[in-house]
């Protein structure tokens, strides 16, 4: 078979160090039963040991051309079902066990990792837990708390879902081709229950999306159209404060203020 080479439109860096593909699985500790997905898997280097562990696993992978690969490398280690697809589009809930979770795991493309989380947190509900390998600065804004500068719309929706873990740092000398900036491994683990329930998801999603699309101004400008100043008060928030200085907890009891106004007055807040 001959080599494959990595592609730049999908992204591709595959990743070869053995000592990282072990504290993964580590991470991971994966145990036969289980129902696993991996997406992107690539050449195999995650999902030869992942599929010798638990003997059966899922992936899905949008290359065509890794395919034929990936199957020969697997033959003999287990069963493995591959879906190819677009994890951007794939519907994950497809896979959820009758009894039980699902886990899912990547080498993520750096190019689409941020809209992927997006898609896997509306599937949030049916997922123990999601371990990734993402472009390190997409690790810090997961795992970002309020005030720091990574902090961002992408904090706070993976927060309201999930609890972050960073693990684990990866340089580029792990990937071939190498990437031209460092990599974390990151833990997503969804909440059993939501210890701050937004009230209107939709209503929560667009507010945090809209005070972040105009984060240096006061959050009296930045939700403009959502709440006004009384609103903000009302919610125990300062007017004048910035949007990456509230916590998930605010964010969540702004909406919930405005949704209640909105049920009350039926216009904006």
């Known amino acids: 078979m001959s080599t494959h080479h990595p592609r730049k439109r999908f992204g591709q ?3 070869h160090d053995t000592a990282v593909i072990d504290r993964m699985v580590a991470a991971i500790a994966p145990r036969k039963g289980e129902t696993l997905v991996e997406i992107g898997p690539g050449l195999g280097a995650l999902t030869l040991p992942l599929l010798r562990r638990m003997g059966r696993l899922h992936v899905v992978e949008l290359d065509r051309d890794v395919i034929p690969r990936l199957e020969a490398l697997c033959r003999d280690s287990g069963e493995l079902i591959v879906h190819s697809a677009d994890a951007l589009r794939f519907d994950f809930t497809s896979l959820v066990p009758a009894q039980g979770k699902l ?24 997922v123990q837990d999601m371990h990734f390998l993402l472009q390190k600065e997409v690790v810090d804004r997961l795992v970002a708390s309020p005030g720091n500068r990574d902090y961002g719309r992408l904090s ?16 580029p000398g792990a990937f071939h081709p190498p990437p031209k900036v460092d990599s974390a491994y990151v833990r997503l683990t969804p909440w059993e229950t939501l210890p701050h329930e937004a009230r209107d998801p939709g209503l929560f999603s667009a507010l945090v999306n809209q005070a972040f699309t ?14 006004d100043a009384q609103v903000l008060e009302a919610a125990g928030i300062d ?3 910035r949007p990456e200085t509230l916590d998930v907890a605010r964010f969540v009891a702004l909406a919930n203020r405005i949704a209640e106004f909105r ?6 807040a």
């Open 239 to 241: 007017p004048g404060a």
């Open 156 to 171: 706070v929706m993976v927060q309201y879902h999930c609890r972050a873990e960073a693990l684990f740092r990866v340089g």
């Open 263 to 268: 049920s009350t007055h039926g216009e904006p």
């Open 103 to 126: 886990r899912v795991v990547g080498n993520l493309p750096y190019n689409i990792s941020t809209p992927l989380i997006f898609h896997l947190l509306k599937a949030a509900h049916a």
């Open 13 to 15: 860096h595959f990743l």
């Open 214 to 227: 105009q984060r240096r101004k006061t959050l009296r400008n930045a939700v403009r159209g959502f709440a």
